[in-house]
Each structure stands twice: as structure tokens, then as C-alpha cells.
């Protein structure tokens, strides 16, 4: 993909097996880059039947980096992670939407997963999404890192036009209760139409199995929101040809 500042950037896309238009979602990943549970990610969501598209939101300082889930690679993810800006983390996503609507996805969702939550919440400030999941992402309400810059993104909640799902656990040390409450104050007051759900006793990245923090049952419940937020706002609006779900051959994939 070509962004609009002329850099290129790669990134993971699995669509559904067999011929069809079908509606598209844009992944935004976690702090660990595009790795394997952001591909698995796509692949459920291509199962559904969604063209699942995650880009490479670190492609202009180290393009595909798959991090590993432990200390140093949470270390060079945060230095990576300071070096995103607002202006980049929005014309990535835009090329990443200009990309599936070029595959025929008519209406486009974007889902995103940590940092890539805050990256989601951004977007639909901004760009024309018909939903938006938020999973536990950080640093929404306040200007720690670049992407929270020169205001908090949350200040830009009455951009919002689609609908979002908020998913976050009630123990996650990113997104700890004030910052819970500054969201659902926001979106409340800007008439955002949403949904919170929040995991008694679960921490951060509860959907990742590859992760300590991997809770079977949230996961299962927030993937039960999921589908049916993205049924409701992408799928029911149909797709010219095909059915909305995937058939048994399962997604396809490419990178």
C-alpha cells in the first residue's frame, strides 16, 4: 500500500475463501507489531466473512517487526511506539480503507488491540467507519505518547459517526478506572452510539492466548460482541454476491 506521504507500507490481509464482495475491516495492531494473534485475528474475522486487513503501522522505522511477548520486546515496541504520530497512525489507516474499498468492501469497520485500540478510537474520529472495536486500548484521555498529541484523542470523541464497542478488563493497568470512566463519559455526552463491556477480575490483553493475561471466558464473550456489532453495522448491509460468511475452505491469506 502507498500512504499519502508517499512511504510504502505492507501489512497482513486474509478475505474470505470463494468469489463475492464482502465487507471489509481494518485491524490495528498491538504494541508487539503485526504478529501472529493480530494474524489470527484477521483469519477469525475473514471466517466470518470479512476481508481483514492489518497494516504495518511501524513500516517508516522497522517495516514488519514481529515482537515477542516479553520484556524486550515490550521495550522496543514503546520506543517504537513514541515514534508514531498522530498524522502517520491516520494516513496509514486511511490507505489501509482506501485499500479494502478497492477490493470492493463498500462499508468498512476497523477493530484494534492495545495501542492499536487507541489507534481505532483515533480513526473513528476521523474517518468514515461503520464500526469501531476498542480493545483495551490505552492512553485514550491523556497525552503520554505521540498518538494522544498536541490534545487527548478523547477530546476528539464528537468526530465519531460509527457505532463502537469499548472491551477492557477491570484489572487492566493501561486503562485504569478514571480513564474507563473519561470514555464512557465521553462517548455518553458526544450521543455516540456504544457499548462498554468490562471483565470482572481480568487484566490487559485478555484475548491473546499467547499471553499470561489470556482469559478464556472474556475472550469468548468479547468475540460473541464482536460478531455481532460487525453482523449488525457491516453485514446486514450485504454484499452484492456471496454470503456473508466464509465457506468451509476456510480464509485466504497473504502478506
Avoid: N
Avoid at 494473534?37 to 466473512?49: I, K, Q
Avoid at 463502537?164 to 474507563?180: K, N, S, Y
Wanted: some cysteine.
Amino acid at each position: 500500500m502507498t500512504v499519502a506521504d508517499g512511504s510504502r507500507m505492507g501489512g497482513f490481509l486474509a478475505r474470505p475463501a470463494g468469489p463475492g464482495r464482502f465487507p471489509g475491516v481494518v485491524v490495528a495492531m498491538e504494541l508487539f507489531g503485526v504478529s501472529a494473534h493480530v494474524r489470527d485475528v484477521c483469519e477469525r474475522l475473514a471466517a466470518d466473512g470479512y476481508v481483514a486487513l492489518a497494516p504495518d503501522l511501524y513500516h517508516r522505522d522497522a517495516p514488519m517487526i514481529e515482537l515477542p511477548h516479553d520484556a524486550a520486546g515490550r521495550e522496543r515496541g514503546f520506543e517504537l511506539l513514541h515514534r508514531m504520530t498522530r498524522d502517520h497512525a491516520l494516513a496509514d489507516v486511511r490507505a489501509a480503507v482506501d485499500h479494502l474499498r478497492t477490493r470492493g468492501c463498500a462499508r468498512v469497520g476497523m477493530a484494534g488491540l492495545s495501542v492499536g485500540g487507541h489507534v481505532a478510537y483515533l480513526a473513528a474520529t476521523r474517518l468514515d467507519l461503520a464500526a469501531v472495536i476498542v480493545a483495551y486500548g490505552g492512553w485514550i484521555p491523556g497525552t503520554d505518547i505521540p498518538l494522544g498529541r498536541p490534545e487527548p484523542t478523547l477530546a476528539l470523541t464528537p468526530g465519531i459517526t460509527g457505532r463502537v464497542l469499548v472491551l477492557v478488563g477491570a484489572e487492566d493497568h493501561v486503562v485504569p478506572p478514571d480513564h474507563r470512566r473519561a470514555i464512557a463519559d465521553a462517548l455518553r455526552a458526544a450521543a455516540v452510539r456504544h457499548e462498554i463491556a468490562e471483565y470482572p477480575g481480568v487484566g490487559h490483553g485478555f484475548l491473546c492466548d499467547r499471553r499470561d493475561t489470556f482469559d478464556a471466558a472474556a475472550a469468548g464473550d468479547a468475540w460473541r460482541r464482536v460478531r455481532e456489532l460487525l453482523a449488525a453495522e457491516l453485514a446486514e448491509h450485504g454484499s452484492k454476491h456471496g454470503s456473508k460468511h466464509g465457506s468451509d475452505e476456510g480464509p485466504v491469506r497473504s502478506r
